[in-house]
């Protein structure tokens, strides 16, 4: 029972917020000896941080052709869009899935569909509120084009927001990645665009909650 309790409450956590972890608790210690109730409240923020950074397993559905949600969040966009230059995906409009994350959200992005990368293209903008339609074109990005088996390819974009300040992608041009895999971070709040190939229909809904890994977003071979 008690090991139930802590496995729905600890999760792991990702490399990536050990140092964070270390400097919050580091300063929850000088909070403490400075004043008890603002002790307090950096004990808050270090479990905050924490929480943040957690990386929990997913379960990705396995029947081949499924795309998946690369964040946790909500649906804040669905329309026709044109997908970034720099990814080389044309310039048709794609239909595109944008889902937005909180600070509360996990943050690490998975990838919908199994796929070779064929880009990845980082480019510099500014800090707008992600939840913005504008950021997809004027805030910071980092995008991957991939191609999947039958020759069809999508994009997934990763977008700063107006906390955001940090997009990590640890995938290259040229790795194959599975459906669900990890590749990248979003530190402290921010968004996702997936650009569908053409004439694959969305399966989710504005206000959706999505689930990283897990919520299937589009079927490949409707």
């Known amino acids: 029972m008690t090991v139930s309790i802590l496995s729905t409450f600890v999760k ?11 400097i919050a608790a580091g300063l929850t210690v000088l909070l403490f000896l400075i004043w008890t109730p603002l002790g307090w409240i950096g004990l808050g923020l270090t479990v905050w941080v924490y929480y943040f950074f957690r990386d929990p397993e997913r379960v990705t559905p396995v029947r081949p052709g499924l795309m998946v949600s690369p964040a946790d969040g ?14 080389g ?11 937005f994350m909180s600070v509360f959200n996990c ?5 919908p569909a199994a796929g ?10 500014k800090f707008l509120n992600a939840s913005l339609d504008k950021a997809s074109e004027d805030n910071e990005r980092n995008g991957l084009a991939v191609e999947l088996a039958d020759g069809r390819r999508y994009g997934v974009v990763q977008i700063a927001g107006l906390v955001a300040r940090r997009i990590l992608c640890w995938t290259a041009e040229g790795q194959s990645l599975a459906t669900g895999e990890r590749f990248g971070l979003i530190r402290f709040g921010s968004r996702l665009d997936i650009y569908l190939p053409e004439g694959v229909e969305p399966r989710v809904a504005i206000g959706q909650t999505m689930v990283a ?8 071979g409707a």
């Open 12 to 22: 792991p956590m990702h490399p990536e917020g050990r140092r964070f972890v270390a």
């Open 74 to 87: 909500i649906v804040s966009l669905l329309e026709p869009a044109v997908p970034p230059a720099e990814l």
């Open 89 to 99: 995906l044309g310039a048709a409009p794609m239909t595109r899935i944008s889902v």
């Open 107 to 111: 943050h690490v992005n998975r990838l």
């Open 116 to 125: 070779r990368v064929t880009k990845v293209a980082y480019r510099p903008g």
């Open 213 to 220: 890994g897990e919520t299937v977003i589009a079927d490949l």
